[in-house]
């Protein structure tokens, strides 16, 4: 039997100017608290110090699970009646918490301080308390501070407001330093070691991540830096790595075959390196993705599949479901639409895919009640009453608490959206 490992097919300049629907109306999405799950997993000396209400703790602590083994490396800071009414000084309250903290847990090297809703519906300046915490406890510890509220956010912009607090406070590049990559956006660390691996390969000497695992380890950034994205999420990041100096890479986003191996050429063709040891480097591993990918694709060509917007990962999942799955997207519906970092995934996704930026829940809902996709793909919220309704669904928030991104990871996430149509069809059994 041969077997086709697909390098990629040919983009035809799919939805690059294809009209987007802008909605502007009521939103179902989780807030930037959420990304504190994998935030604290990736970077190992860090400590995410929520300030908001007594939801805002449930939020953080039923979505990260409870941990029994370990002291967690988040908490909240609840804001009580006192502080809303004014009656308590907020700040001096918040330093007496951080120093607490921080004398029980010597191996924190990075503290955020991460705004809610009611931080800032009370004003409280967390970036002021940032300064002054950081200049009383450096070069010990670094305080941070970021928003997660879900004020006119979603839930992966609480990554993006973290990555960018950090940009700022990374090392210069050396003058004489040869021009490095980095990779930007919080991935497993094994879906990271195994980019490294494939990175090295190909040739590009001395890769660094952003995040790092440690404090230690964040990478130098200035004028010789390119970057790379591994989320389409990271707007403010990329902006504030720009104002340093270091120039992105313009690449689809390394999710399935096609995108993987595109991200890769895209960062070999930066540093001078040819296609083709991009090929050879990786024909193994796509060998092998695609095989795994063809049994996957039994249960998912032809089926229609619809997009809720929530992560901000629609346009690049719609087109590896597309076309490595075989499936229909009936619509992409994304928070919001970066023109300029999705451009190659525009240029990818079938010509005809009705996209969507922002959220009218109702109308939306309406549309995809109207087109009863085999598939949908949304956030918690509206998932149980789709199920109801007799919509099979698959929860977004998946996506960013399971590896899915690079060659190895690229079946599994298939596999996500292949679960809930075999449930689905067992249940209509
Ligand atoms: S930050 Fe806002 S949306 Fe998020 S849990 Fe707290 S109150 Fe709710």
């Keep these: ?20 629907l802008r909605e502007r109306g009521q939103r179902e999405v989780f807030c ?7 935030l604290h997993r990736k970077i190992q000396d860090a400590f995410f110090l929520v300030v908001g209400s007594r939801t805002c703790a449930h939020l ?37 918490v951080v120093t607490r903290l921080l004398e029980r847990r010597p191996e924190i090297r990075t503290l955020f301080l991460v705004g809610s809703c009611p931080s800032e519906v009370i004003k409280l ?21 970021y928003s997660g509220s879900g004020i006119e956010t979603t839930f992966t912009q609480g990554e993006d407001a973290c990555l960018a607090s950090l940009v700022p406070t990374l090392a210069p590049l050396p003058g004489a330093a040869a021009p490095g990559l980095v990779v930007v956006g919080a991935l497993p660390d094994v879906v990271e070691d195994q980019f490294a691996r494939l990175l090295a390969e190909i040739g590009i000497a001395g890769v660094q991540f ?44 390394p999710l399935g075959v096609e995108g993987t191996t595109r991200w890769l050429e895209a960062a070999a063709a930066a540093f001078g390196i040819p296609a083709s040891r991009v090929a050879r480097v990786t024909e193994a591993a796509r060998a092998r993705a695609a095989a795994a990918l063809a049994r996957q694709r039994t249960a998912l060509q032809g089926k229609t599949v619809f997009f809720f917007p929530d992560s901000q990962l629609e346009l690049p999942i719609a087109r590896f479901l597309a076309r490595e799955l075989g499936m229909q ?9 970066h023109r300029e970092h999705l451009a190659d995934e525009l240029a990818l996704l079938p010509a005809g895919t009705r996209l969507s930026e922002g959220q009218d829940v109702d109308r939306q809902l309406d549309r995809c009640r109207d087109q ?12 149980n009453p789709l199920e109801a309704e007799g919509l099979a669904t698959k929860w977004s928030i998946e996506l960013v608490f399971t590896p899915i991104h690079g060659y190895e990871q690229a079946a599994d996430l298939a596999e996500l959206f292949a679960r809930p149509l075999r449930r689905r069809e067992l249940l209509s059994a």
Excluded at 9 to 18: D, L, P, Y
Excluded at 32 to 38: E, H, K, N, S, Y
């Design 210 to 253: 952003l995040p790092a695992r440690h404090a230690a380890r964040m990478p130098a950034v200035g004028a010789g830096t390119r970057f790379l994205l591994a989320q389409p999420f990271l707007a403010d990041t990329a902006k504030a790595l720009e104002g340093r100096g270091a120039r992105r890479i313009a690449a689809p986003f």
């Design 372 to 383: 009863r996709p085999d598939l949908t793909v949304c956030g918690l919220g509206l998932a």
């Design 125 to 145: 300046d967390l970036s002021r308390a940032a300064q002054r915490l950081s200049s009383h406890f450096m070069p010990a510890v670094r305080v941070l501070n």
């Design 32 to 38: 930037g608290l959420t990304g504190i799950v994998w």
């Design 329 to 337: 997207v009936l619509e992409a519906g994304t928070p919001y639409l």
């Design 1 to 20: 039997m041969t077997t086709v490992i697909p390098l990629h097919a040919e983009a035809t300049g799919g939805c690059s100017t294809a009209p987007v």
């Design 60 to 96: 953080v602590q039923s979505a990260a699970g409870v941990m029994i083994f370990a002291e967690p490396r988040f908490a909240t800071a609840i804001i009580d009646e006192r502080d809303l009414a004014g009656l308590a000084d907020a700040q001096d309250e918040l330093d007496r």
